[in-house]
């Protein structure tokens, strides 16, 4: 991996800076984008101490009008795109029923049409190269029903299969697409989810009256856990794997 150009969004903390770490140091040039401009500073700067070519991109990938130019952008300072992760995402935790519209809206602006913005104006430059690989983030909640999460997992599961269809079509011009599906993970976005301390320990355990099982390994994923198999999904060692998503849960949805 090493000399490649690696642009991933939502890299301003949790499991996109993450990916950044993971990334920077087998050798790939990071392009860091985020609207969290100060968050992203701080994850390019932790990158550049420890020796990796990294720059930040503060953007908002649910404004499709600054999709295109941040591309051209990353392109003209840091070289052609050879990866793209989309691991940007929101969470508004509400019953379905009880959801605003602005909730939904923001929820799918940045989950599903951030990820189709950004795989769009990236694909089309890798096309013509005949070569790239992208992984979006997604969440087994994509598959499962959650309490509370409906605009969340349906914005999940709409970027689950948009990145699957656009890997049909661009699977003849040597570019593969991905998905890496996280459980609970130890992040700003899980902890904003717990009422009380007692949060982590109810993540591990289950909780019976939302219909969760808990997490067979009895532990919450660390972001590295999910950076390392986007990493591995990006890399020759997964050549010839595409279309496919990988849960990273523990066993959280039980296999499904």
């Known amino acids: 991996m090493e000399g ?3 642009l991933i969004t939502g890299a301003a903390g949790g499991i996109g800076a993450a990916v950044a770490r993971a990334l920077g140091s087998r050798g790939v040039a ?26 930040a991109f503060p953007a908002d ?3 499709r009008s600054v999709v295109g130019d941040l591309v051209d952008s990353v392109e003209q300072r840091l070289g052609p795109v050879d990866f793209l992760v989309n691991a940007a995402g929101v969470l508004h935790l509400a019953e379905a029923r009880h959801l605003t519209d602005q909730e939904w809206d923001s929820t799918f602006a940045v989950n599903a049409t951030g990820v ?25 909640a994509a598959g499962t029903a959650r309490t509370q999460m409906a605009a969340y997992a349906a914005s999940k599961a709409a970027a689950t299969t948009f990145t699957k269809c656009l890997g049909l079509e661009v699977a003849a011009h040597g570019i593969r ?20 301390e007692h949060g982590p320990r109810a993540a591990i355990a289950g909780r019976p009256e ?5 997490i067979p390994l009895g532990k919450l994923a660390m972001p ?19 279309l496919q998503s990988l849960t990273v849960d523990g066993g959280a949805t039980l296999g499904v």
Do not use: Y
């Open 177 to 196: 697409c991905n998905l890496v599906a996280p459980g609970s993970t130890d992040t700003p976005m899980l902890s904003s989810m717990w009422h009380d």
């Open 30 to 55: 990071v392009a860091a984008v985020d609207r969290d401009t100060d968050g992203l500073l701080r994850t390019v700067q932790k990158l550049t101490a420890n020796g990796v070519t990294a720059e």
């Open 210 to 214: 939302e219909h969760r099982v808990g």
């Open 224 to 242: 590295s856990d999910i950076a390392d198999a986007v990493a591995f999904l990006l890399s020759d060692r997964a050549g010839h794997i595409t």
């Open 4 to 6: 490649k150009t690696a």
């Open 61 to 63: 990938i649910s404004d």
């Open 116 to 140: 189709f913005a950004m795989s769009r104006a990236v694909v089309n430059r890798m096309v013509p190269r005949g070569h790239g690989a992208i992984v979006t983030v997604t969440s087994n």
